[in-house]
């Protein structure tokens, strides 16, 4: 009897390993994927620079906001000191190897891009100065 109680108990503590399943602390990654858009979303703050110019550059807050899970409207970039204010730009984001890509969905000249946390946006204004906007997301 005390064997067949020990092989009962053998067999359900097999079944039950079997049948536990863990979580991944990298399940928000996977969601990120299918996503993209929940990866910019967000208020960035940064400087504002041209080409070139080695000082710290200007203050530049840049906003983007969630259309779809592949698309975010800039909603806002504003840098007070070179009166740039540019608002509800589309733009489609593709993702490789944790590089996403910003890609205009107008004819202005814009992209971004983004990495590790960093936000980087080139664009040309009317007069066609090159600006060049890094940040990082504010929390």
Do not use: H
Not at 13 to 37: F, H, I
Request: hydrophobic letters at 35%.
């Amino acid at each position: 009897m005390e064997k067949i109680k020990y092989m009962f108990m053998a067999v359900l503590v097999a079944l039950v390993s079997m049948t536990v399943t863990s979580c991944s602390d990298d399940d928000d990654d996977v969601s990120q994927q299918k996503n993209p858009s929940s990866v910019i979303v967000g208020t960035y703050a940064g400087t504002l620079r041209q080409p070139g110019d080695n000082t710290d550059g200007s203050p530049c807050y840049v906003a983007f906001e969630r259309l779809s899970n592949t698309t975010v409207m800039l909603t806002r970039f504003i840098c007070e000191k070179y009166g740039i204010d540019i608002k509800n730009v589309n733009f489609t984001i593709s993702e490789s190897n944790g590089i996403y890509k910003l890609n205009p969905e107008s004819n202005l000249v814009v992209d971004g891009m983004y990495i590790n946390g960093v936000l980087t946006m080139t664009f040309q204004t009317e007069g066609d100065d090159t600006w060049i906007f890094n940040g990082k997301k504010e929390k």
